[in-house]
C-alpha cells in the first residue's frame, strides 16, 4: 500500500533540498536564515509522521515551528537572483517545442484524476493499492513525479538539478507566506482547545434578541464571513458560529433544516475567504506568483462576487430552511 | 473570556499590517496561556496542528517541473496558442475555466487547477494572449486586471465547487463537527446536494462579470490605444 506518509517525506526531502540550494546561493544577502526556514520545514514534515501516530512528543514539533515564525517574523528569510532563461531563449524554445509543452503540464491531473478515480479501486489481497482516505493527494504526488519523468524527456534536460532550482525560484518568489495557510490552521486548534468558541457563543446569545429568526439569519452569515477575514480560513469559524449561532439559534429555536442552514453557513464564510489576505494562499500567493505590483488585485476582482454570494446564501437559507 | 484576547491579537495585528506568521504565533501563545493551557500544552498544540495540517502545503512538489516547464516557454506557448481561436476572448475563456474548474472539483478533483500548477503557467498567460490578439501590446493596469481576474476566476471555482462534493474538508468538518457536539446524524449527502444552490449562483454572478470584463478592457484599452486594426490586419493575413 502507498501511503500518504511516504509523499508527506518526498514533500520534506524536497524543502530540504531546496533548503541546500539555499545556503549555497550566495546571491541571497540572507541565504543562512532563509535555508534554516525551508529546511525546518522540510524536517517537520518528516517528523510530524511520528507526531500524528503519537509515537514521538509533539513539543519538539511545536518549538519548531515558533522557530519558523521567528525567522520569518523578525525578516531573517531573503531571496536570491531568479536564475532562469531569457525571454528571447524561451520564446525560441515555445516555437521548437510547441504544444508538447503542454504535456508534462496536463500529466498532472491527468494522473491524479486516474489516481482518484481508478487506482482507488485497486487491490492487492486485501489491502488497496493507495492509503483509504488519501487517494487525491496520493494522486497529486504520483501525477507530479511522473510529469517531471515525463518533462526531463520531452525537454531532453538531462541535470536533476535544473528542475530543483527552477521550483526553489518559484518557492523563494512566494517566500513565507506560503507557510501561512497551514498555520491559521494550527491557530484554528488552538483557539479550539482554548474554548474560544463558547465564549463567542455566550456573548451573541446575550446580544441577539430572541425569535428573530431572519435577523440571526444575517447574523450567522455575515459573522462566517466576517470571522473568516479575520482568520482566513472558514474551517476555523465554522465551530465558532455554529456553536454561537447557527445550531442553538436557528436549528433548536427556530426548527430550521439543519442541512440547510450549515450548507449555506459554510458557503458564507468562503465568501470572507475571498475577500481576505489572510488566506494567503488563494489571495496573495497568486499575486506574487502571477508578479502583480498590487498584491491586493485578485481580492479587488472577487470583491463583488462575494458580497453578491453572501446575499445569496442569507436568501437560501432564509427560504429554504424554514 | 480571557480567550479572545486571541482574536483580539490577530485583528490588530491585521489592522496594523505587522508580519503575519508571527501574529499568527503570539495569538496562538496569547489564545493558550489565557485560555487556561500550560506552556508545554501550547508548544505541543502547534505541534500537533502542524502535522495534521501539512496537506495544505503539498502542492510546493508540482513546482520543480513548473518551473522546469517554464525554463523552457510554456507561458510563451500558452499565450501564442490561445491567439490561434479567433473567438475566444478573455473573458470567455476565463468563464469557460471558471466553469470547468467548477464541475471538476464538484467531482472530487480539487488538485486539477491551483496557481502554481494552473494559474500561472497556463490561464493566466492564455487570458493575455486572447487581449493582445485584440487590442495588441497591453497596457500594464489591463495585464494585471486580467491575471487577477485569471486569479479570482480559479478561487471561486474552487470553492464553490467542491462543497458539491460528499468527501471534501469542509463538508466532513460540518458533519464531523455537529455530529459529535450535538449528538445528532446528518448525512455528507444532505450537506453537499444544499450546496447547490449556492455554486449555480456563484458561477452565474462570477461568470456573468467575467464576460463583462470583456467589455471593460474594450472601453479601456479601445480609448488608451486604439490598436483595434491589428486583429483585422491577422485576420486578413491568416
Known amino acids: 500500500m502507498i501511503r500518504a506518509e511516504w509523499f508527506y517525506w518526498l514533500v520534506g526531502a524536497v524543502f530540504l533540498a531546496m533548503a541546500g540550494q539555499m545556503a549555497m546561493d550566495r546571491s541571497n544577502p540572507k541565504r543562512f536564515g532563509t535555508a534554516a526556514f525551508w529546511g525546518l520545514v522540510g524536517a517537520a514534515f518528516i517528523y510530524s509522521t511520528w ?38 531563449q524561451r520564446a525560441a ?46 494522486g497529486l504526488g504520483i501525477g507530479t513525479v511522473a510529469a517531471l519523468v515525463v518533462a526531463m524527456l520531452v525537454l531532453r534536460e538531462r541535470r536533476p538539478t535544473t528542475p530543483l532550482h527552477a521550483g526553489r525560484g518559484l518557492l523563494e518568489t512566494m517566500g513565507y507566506v506560503m ?28 446580544v441577539l434578541p430572541h425569535g428573530q429568526t431572519y435577523t440571526a439569519v444575517i447574523v450567522y452569515c455575515v459573522g462566517m464571513a466576517v470571522f473568516t477575514v479575520i482568520m482566513g480560513n472558514g474551517f ?42 489572510m488566506a494567503a494562499n488563494y489571495n496573495i500567493v497568486p499575486a506574487t506568483l502571477l508578479e502583480l505590483k498590487d498584491q491586493y488585485g485578485p481580492i479587488k476582482a472577487q470583491v463583488p462576487t462575494a458580497v453578491a454570494l453572501l446575499a445569496c446564501n442569507i436568501v437560501i437559507i432564509s427560504v429554504f430552511a424554514f | 473570556m480571557l480567550a479572545l484576547l ?25 489564545t493558550g496561556l489565557f485560555g487556561g493551557l500550560s506552556p508545554q500544552t501550547v508548544l505541543a498544540d502547534f505541534g500537533t496542528g502542524f502535522a495534521a495540517s501539512r496537506s495544505v502545503t503539498i502542492f510546493v512538489i508540482t513546482l520543480p517541473v513548473i518551473g522546469l516547464l517554464e525554463r523552457y516557454g510554456l507561458r510563451e506557448q500558452a499565450g501564442a496558442l490561445i491567439t490561434r481561436f ?35 503557467p497556463m490561464v493566466a498567460p492564455m487570458a493575455e494572449g486572447a487581449a493582445e490578439r485584440r487590442y495588441g501590446a ?45 449528538k445528532t446524524h446528518l448525512e455528507p449527502l444532505d450537506l453537499a446536494l444544499w450546496a447547490i444552490p449556492t455554486a449555480a449562483c456563484a458561477c452565474l454572478i462570477h461568470g456573468a462579470r467575467l464576460l463583462y470584463l470583456d467589455r471593460t478592457l474594450e472601453r479601456e484599452l479601445a480609448a488608451a490605444g486604439g490598436t483595434l486594426p491589428r486583429e483585422d490586419a491577422e485576420e486578413a493575413a491568416t
Open chain 1, 236 to 277: 476555523a469559524a465554522f465551530p465558532v458560529l455554529t456553536a454561537a449561532v447557527g445550531w442553538p439559534v436557528l436549528v433548536e429555536q427556530a426548527h430550521g433544516r439543519p442541512a440547510v442552514v450549515l450548507a449555506a453557513g459554510m458557503l458564507a464564510g468562503f465568501c470572507g475567504t475571498l475577500c481576505t489576505p
Open chain 2, 6 to 30: 486571541g482574536v483580539l491579537v490577530v485583528i490588530v495585528g491585521f489592522a496594523t499590517k505587522r508580519n503575519p506568521l508571527l501574529v499568527v504565533g503570539v495569538a496562538g501563545i496569547v
Open chain 2, 86 to 120: 479567433a473567438s475566444l476572448t478573455t473573458g470567455r475563456f476565463l468563464a469557460i475555466y471558471l466553469l470547468l474548474r467548477q464541475l471538476t472539483a464538484a467531482v472530487g478533483l480539487t488538485t486539477l487547477g491551483g496557481a502554481a500548477q494552473a494559474v500561472r
Open chain 1, 179 to 206: 507557510l501561512l495557510p497551514q498555520l491559521l490552521a494550527t491557530l484554528g486548534s488552538i483557539f479550539q482547545a482554548a474554548g474560544v468558541g463558547n465564549a463567542v457563543g455566550k456573548l451573541t446569545q446575550h
Open chain 1, 51 to 88: 507526531v500524528v501516530n503519537k509515537t514521538a512528543p509533539a513539543e519538539p514539533l511545536g518549538v519548531a515551528v515558533l522557530a519558523m515564525v521567528c525567522l520569518a517574523g523578525f525578516g531573517r528569510t531573503g531571496r536570491g537572483e531568479t536564475r532562469t532563461t531569457a525571454a528571447e
Open chain 2, 138 to 182: 497591453l497596457p500594464e493596469r489591463a495585464r494585471e486586471k486580467i491575471r487577477s481576474f485569471a486569479a479570482s476566476a480559479d478561487n471561486v471555482g474552487l470553492f464553490f465547487g467542491e462543497d458539491c462534493f460528499l468527501a471534501v474538508g469542509s463538508i466532513l468538518l460540518i458533519t464531523g463537527f455537529v455530529n459529535t457536539t450535538y
Open chain 1, 93 to 138: 524554445s515555445a516555437a521548437r517545442l510547441g504544444n508538447r509543452l503542454f504535456v508534462p503540464a496536463l500529466t498532472i491531473p491527468v494522473v491524479a484524476m486516474v489516481c482518484a478515480v481508478l487506482v482507488k479501486k485497486w487491490h492487492i489481497g486485501r489491502t488497496p493499492v493507495l492509503q483509504t482516505g488519501s487517494e487525491t493527494i496520493l
